[in-house]
């Protein structure tokens, strides 16, 4: 299924990342955590497919996308940054494996907090974010992306770590086994992992290292 959405608003939520919202089709539904596949509606662009995260709540009236913008790439990213309330994108069906499954920690690098985004807003929405905690890295203080919102859905339980900025006033640990020892009281918990594909992979075998068992570690396969 493919569908031309009007984008309804756009704005940057962190020096380059920018939020989209979209018309969102009449019976179109998706799950938390979900993702699909992006074109801009503009000839030359509608077959480059990007995947992209839904960031909305389910049964907001419109379609959120939380987008880093890659601008030295020119690529849709970089093409995405110049789109305007108006402009159109095409939209597909929805996929991805990563859902909530049980309490846990949830554990992003970059990007990678945009499925999770979902998921953290529908958990306080129906009161049960309980003792979830998020460890996320990123560069600098300035790319932790919505960093206001995710205090306030986990207070204390939203931990941020910085990798390249000496004055941060955040933990400057890298997120390995050693912080994974220090941080984590229970590895029978589930574990969402999401970010770059090699601190995926790493993360994920670190885990089953330290105790966690194979089917409580969601990532996106």
């Known amino acids: 299924m493919e569908t ?7 704005q940057y939520v962190t020096h380059d990342v920018r939020q989209f ?8 539904t998706f799950m938390p955590g979900q993702a699909t596949e992006l074109s801009i509606n503009i000839d030359g662009w509608k077959d480059r497919k990007n995947p992209f995260t839904f960031t909305s709540l389910t049964d907001a009236p419109y ?27 095409i939209l597909r069906e929805p996929w991805g494996a990563i859902e909530y499954k049980g309490p846990g920690y949830f554990i ?20 049960i974010v309980g003792d979830n905690k998020l460890f996320y890295s990123n560069k ?10 995710l205090k306030f859905i986990l207070g204390e339980n939203a ?33 969402y ?16 290292k330290l105790g966690a068992k194979t089917d409580t570690i969601v990532f996106e396969k």
């Open 21 to 28: 919202r979209v018309e969102r089709p009449a019976g179109f």
């Open 140 to 149: 600098t203080d300035k790319d932790i992306i919505l960093a206001d919102e």
């Open 108 to 127: 992003a690098g970059g990007a990678g907090i945009t499925p999770f985004i979902a998921i953290l807003r529908n958990l306080k929405r129906e009161g």
């Open 159 to 191: 931990r941020f770590t910085i990798s390249r900025q000496k004055e941060s006033k955040y933990d400057q640990r890298r997120i390995d086994e050693i912080f994974l020892k220090a941080e984590v009281n229970d590895f029978s918990k589930h574990f």
């Open 4 to 10: 031309i959405v009007k984008i309804l608003s756009a």
């Open 193 to 208: 992992v999401c970010g770059p594909d090699p601190m995926v992979l790493t993360l994920t075998e670190t885990l089953k």
């Open 63 to 89: 379609l959120e996308f939380t987008i880093k913008i890659y601008s030295e790439r020119q690529g849709v990213t970089n093409q995405l940054s110049m789109l305007n309330p108006g402009d159109s994108v």
